[in-house]
T-cell receptor, first 117, second 115 residues
Framework: AQKVTQAQTEISVVEKEDVTLDCVYE???????LFWYKQPPSGELVFLIR??????QNEISGRYSWNFQKSTSSFNFTITASQVVDSAVYFC??????????????FGKGMKLTVNP | GAGVSQSPSNKVTEKGKDVELRCDPI?????LYWYRQSLGQGLEFLIY????????KSGLPSDRFSAERTGGSVSTLTIQRTQQEDSAVYLC???FGQGLRDTIYFGEGSWLTVV
């Protein structure tokens, strides 16, 4: 069975601090996708990144970076120089990636980030 | 519209009543998903539609839940004989063509409260 664990439920930081959101996953699939979504107070889930299990390169997008470590089954997300607009709930998710496989996302419980001015 | 549109945004209903929640996906998107977000259970997959294929209903929690997608576009999620544990945010999402291989866009959700 697939499982995603986000051990931190809530983090509060001061603006300009760096913050890392942890994600650990479990799956028996050899190919899978990992995702991060942001849920601002308005409610919609905003896609941030999708990572294929074959691609272990870390990725940077502006102030966001992701560290995929297959050896530890982790896909951590770091926000550098956090801003108040980063305040949201962040979800890590996992899915199968084989053709014809399930299309469902398995989500972690989410982590609420509050960035204070 | 530019994004996934859901209605109603908020619904309060009495226990035992039926409710219908509507989702308008992004134009041209063939894949459509329903998820439920509740305090106790987090985000749970409900159902997935892809084009004219039979939907994946494996996430529907009971036979009180059903969904249809007419004309490959608009989808309606129906909950019959609502119970208090059905209170949650129901999120719809869509993607173009390849399901999870393409970016999934979520709507803002329909907040359902069963009293």
């Amino acid at each position: 069975a697939q499982k995603v664990t986000q051990a931190q439920t809530e983090i509060s930081v001061v603006e300009k601090e760096d913050v890392t959101l942890d994600c650990v996953y479990e799956t028996r699939d050899t190919t899978y996708y990992l995702f991060w979504y942001k849920q601002p107070p308005s409610g919609e889930l905003v896609f941030l990144i999708r990572r294929n299990s074959f691609d272990e390169q870390n990725e940077i997008s502006g102030r966001y970076s992701w560290n995929f470590q297959k050896s530890t089954s982790s896909f951590n997300f770091t926000i550098t120089a956090s801003q108040v607009v980063d305040s949201a709930v962040y979800f890590c998710a996992l899915s199968e990636a084989r053709w014809g496989g399930s299309e469902k996302l398995v989500f972690g419980k989410g982590m609420k980030l509050t960035v204070n001015p | 519209g530019a994004g996934v549109s859901q209605s109603p945004s908020n619904k309060v209903t009495e226990k035992g009543k039926d409710v219908e929640l509507r989702c308008d996906p992004i134009s041209g998107h063939t894949a459509l998903y329903w998820y439920r977000q509740s305090l106790g259970q987090g985000l749970e997959f409900l159902i997935y539609f892809q084009g004219n294929s039979a939907p994946d209903k494996s996430g529907l929690p009971s036979d009180r839940f059903s969904a249809e997608r007419t004309g490959g576009s608009v989808s309606t999620l129906t909950i019959q004989r609502t119970q208090q544990e059905d209170s949650a945010v129901y999120l719809c999402a869509s993607s173009f063509g390849q399901g999870l291989r393409d970016t999934i866009y979520f709507g803002e959700g329909s907040w359902l409260t069963v009293v």
